[in-house]
């Protein structure tokens, strides 16, 4: 589990929740310490812990698919991420950086879809 020590949620909104990193987790020395950014496969594994959250069980992602990484999310970066359950056992993965001010609009930065089953 992540939670606490790699990232905390800020605030549960109804669109997601709101998270920050930990710029000091040891992670971040080796990826990269010239220019630290958060690990793909972090924030996977954020979305899997949210998604328990968010169904009020636990499950596992058993395949992801169509996952797209349109920019880096650098450990200063305040996220948004949703969950949406689209079917029985797959759900739809956001990841948005936030509007800095009412001109501009929120930016996707990740996008999947996640097979999961039911523990």
Known sequence: ????????IVQ?????YVIRFNASHPIFSGHFP??????GVCIVQI????AVRTF????????????????PITPDQYVTISIVKVEESICNVQC???????TEGATLIVSFNAQFAML
């Open 1 to 8: 589990m992540l939670r606490s020590s790699f990232y905390d």
């Open 12 to 16: 549960s909104k109804q669109d997601g």
């Open 34 to 39: 010239e220019r630290p950014v958060v690990p």
């Open 47 to 50: 979305a899997e812990e949210l």
């Open 56 to 71: 009020g069980h636990p499950i596992r992602f058993m395949a992801i698919h169509n996952l797209k990484f349109r920019q």
């Open 96 to 102: 948005i950086l936030p509007a800095y001010d009412a």
